[in-house]
C-alpha cells in the first residue's frame, strides 16, 4: 500500500517532466524587387536631339508594347535613349542587389532623364531607406548617382541645348521610384492588404516603425489600379508599388516617367514666370516715378530697346508654354478610358497639373498685361511729345513772321 503514494511522487516529480519546445523564431519574407529610380532634370527650353546624337550616340524614341487595350493611334515623345550602364552588372556595395543598369533619355522640349534600376532580394523591412545605400566607392546613394550621371551627360550634349531666357544655373528636378515586385507568393490583392502598414511607410519614404495612422493607410491603399488578376499598381506622389510576376510592367513605368516629365516643365515654366513677374515690377517701378519722403525721385532707365526685348521674351515665353499645355492634352495622346489613360489622368491628378496649369496661364495673362500697360504709356507719352514738338514747329514761323 505504501508503494503507491510513492510512485505518484515520482510521476510527479519536476525530473519526469518532457522538455519545454523553443519557438522557432519566423524569418521575414524575401522578394525579388526591382528598384527604378527616375531623375529628370530641365536644362534649357529644347535640345537638337540631331546634334545631341551626333555628340553621345544612342537610339531614337521609346518602344511601348501596346499590351494592355493600348490603342495603336497612341504616340509617345521621341527621345535620344542612351545606355550608361549595361548588363548585371555590381555597382551597389551591398550583398543583396543582384544587378544594376542605368539609362539616360534626352528629350526635345530641354529635359534629360535618368533612370538606374536596381534588382535586390529583400524583405519589406530592408526595402526602407535602400535609395540612401552606398552605390559604388566614392559614391553614396541614387541620388548622388543620378546627379553624377546627369553632369556627365550635360557637358557632352551641351553644345545642342538651346538655353536662351532660362536660368541654367538653379537646376529643376523630379524624382519618382518604383518598386516592383515578381512573384510575392499569392494574389497581389491579397499581399497588399496584408502588408498595408509597411507598404504605406514605403510609399510615405518613412521608416520601418512609423506608427502610420489607419486614416493614412486607407488613403494610400484606396486607389489601386489592376488590368488582370496578376497585376496591381498603387500610385503616391514620391514613389509607387507594382506588383507583376511577368515583370510586364514597362508601359506603366513609361507613362509614370512622361507624367514626371509634364510635371517638371510645368514647375520650370511657373518658377521662371515668377522671376519675370519680379524683374517687371522692378521695370515698373523704373518707368513710373515712385517719389519717396526726403528722397529724390529715381530717373527712368527703362529704354523703348529694352522694353521691346522684354516683350519679345515675353512672346517666347508665351509660345513655351502654349506648347507645354498642349503636349500635356495632346502630345503623347493619353487620353481615353482605357487602362494607360486611366494611369495618366490618375498621376495628374496626384501632381495636381492642373492646378498648376491656371497658374502658369495666371501669370503669363498678368504679365502680358503689365508690359502691355507700360508700353501703351510709353507710346502715350510719346505722341505727346511729338504733338508739343508739331506745335512749337508750326508756331515759330509764325511768331517770325508776326514779328518782321
Known amino acids: 500500500m505504501s508503494d503507491g503514494p510513492r510512485r505518484a511522487r515520482v510521476a510527479k516529480s519536476p525530473q519526469a517532466a518532457p522538455p519545454k519546445r523553443r519557438k522557432a523564431v519566423r524569418k521575414a519574407p524575401v522578394y525579388h524587387v526591382e528598384i527604378v529610380r527616375m531623375a ?6 529644347s535640345v537638337d536631339i540631331k546634334k545631341a546624337a ?35 552588372q555590381k555597382a551597389f556595395c551591398d550583398d543583396a542587389v543582384e544587378g544594376f543598369s542605368a539609362m539616360a533619355r534626352i528629350y526635345a522640349d530641354g529635359v534629360i532623364s535618368i533612370v538606374a534600376r536596381l534588382k535586390v532580394s529583400a524583405s519589406l523591412e530592408e526595402l526602407h531607406g535602400v535609395e540612401s545605400r552606398p ?29 536662351e531666357h532660362y536660368d541654367t544655373e538653379r537646376m529643376e ?8 515586385f515578381a512573384d510575392v507568393g499569392m494574389a497581389p490583392a491579397d499581399f497588399v492588404s496584408a502588408n498595408e502598414r ?37 500610385f503616391d506622389m514620391d514613389r509607387c508599388l507594382i506588383i507583376d510576376a511577368e515583370r510586364d510592367y514597362e508601359d506603366v513605368l513609361l507613362i509614370t516617367e512622361l507624367a514626371n516629365y509634364q510635371f517638371l516643365e510645368l514647375r520650370t515654366l511657373d518658377r521662371l514666370l ?23 525721385p529715381k530717373k527712368r532707365t527703362i529704354k523703348a530697346g529694352a522694353l521691346q526685348r522684354k516683350l519679345a521674351v515675353i512672346q517666347a515665353l508665351r509660345l513655351d508654354a502654349l506648347f507645354i499645355l498642349e503636349n ?15 494611369v495618366y489622368e490618375h498621376l495628374c491628378g496626384i501632381f ?36 508739343i514738338v508739331f506745335i512749337i514747329v508750326c508756331i515759330i514761323p509764325i511768331i517770325q513772321f508776326a514779328m518782321g
Open 40 to 45: 529628370l532634370y530641365d536644362v534649357g527650353r
Open 54 to 88: 551626333a555628340l553621345l550616340p544612342g537610339t531614337p524614341g521609346m518602344r511601348i508594347l501596346r499590351r494592355r487595350d493600348t490603342p495603336a493611334s497612341l504616340t509617345m515623345p521621341t527621345p535620344l535613349c542612351v545606355d550608361l550602364r549595361s548588363g548585371s
Open 135 to 163: 552605390v559604388s566607392p566614392g559614391i553614396s546613394d541614387l541620388d548622388t548617382y543620378t546627379d553624377e550621371r546627369y553632369r556627365a551627360v550635360l557637358a557632352q550634349v551641351e553644345p545642342a541645348v538651346a538655353a
Open 173 to 180: 528636378k523630379e524624382t519618382y521610384t518604383a518598386f516592383c
Open 198 to 234: 509597411p507598404l504605406t511607410t514605403l510609399l510615405g519614404g518613412e521608416p520601418w516603425d512609423t506608427p502610420i495612422h489607419a486614416s493614412q493607410i486607407r488613403r494610400s491603399m484606396s486607389n489601386p489600379f489592376s488590368y488582370s488578376q496578376n497585376d496591381l499598381v498603387v
Open 274 to 296: 515668377d522671376r519675370w513677374l519680379d524683374e517687371a515690377e522692378d521695370d515698373v517701378n523704373a518707368f513710373y516715378r515712385r517719389e519717396r519722403p526726403g528722397k529724390r
Open 328 to 342: 500635356l492634352e495632346n502630345s503623347a495622346k493619353i487620353i481615353g478610358d482605357y487602362f494607360l489613360g486611366i
Open 352 to 387: 495636381n497639373t492642373a492646378g498648376w496649369t491656371r497658374s502658369v496661364e495666371r501669370r503669363l495673362d498678368a504679365l502680358q498685361n503689365v508690359y502691355e500697360i507700360v508700353k501703351g504709356d510709353k507710346n502715350e507719352r510719346t505722341m505727346l511729345v511729338l504733338e
